[in-house]
């Protein structure tokens, strides 16, 4: 059974920097691509970043490329995000994913998820 348990949420004002981590259950991160994702009140959740497997390729969101930087560490089975120079738009519920079949942009695709984390930008 895959757990996905995210962290580190929280307030920050706009132009500044938080990490999100996303604690997975063993062997999760090494067996399936991992995934970032985020919904705001009344807006579908939405794409923010992915890595594969090995950790070898990563994929962003063009709202967060250049901004967001997303890792994992197989030994740990965590994947983390770091969010510099945030918006407030940026603002939302981070949810973490793991094991995505098909079309990795969209959240239909991925079969596990974790319950999220606000994080919330003031301006």
């Known amino acids: 059974q895959v757990h996905l348990v995210e962290s580190g949420g929280g307030l920050v004002q706009a132009g500044g920097s938080l990490r999100v981590s996303c604690a997975a259950s063993?062997?999760?991160?090494?067996?399936?691509?991992m995934g970032w994702f985020r919904q705001a009140p009344g807006k579908e959740r939405e794409f923010v970043a992915a890595?594969?497997?090995?950790?070898?390729?990563?994929f962003y969101a063009d709202s967060v490329k250049g901004r967001f930087t997303v890792s994992g560490d197989n030994a740990e089975n965590t994947v983390s995000l770091q969010m510099n120079s945030m918006k407030p738009e940026d603002t939302a519920v981070y949810y973490c994913a793991a094991d995505p079949e098909g079309d990795y942009t969209n959240y239909v695709s991925w079969a596990h998820w974790g319950q999220g984390t606000q994080v919330t930008v003031s301006s």
């Open positions: 063993e062997r999760t991160s090494s067996n399936y691509p």
């Open positions: 890595i594969s497997e090995s950790g070898g390729s990563t």
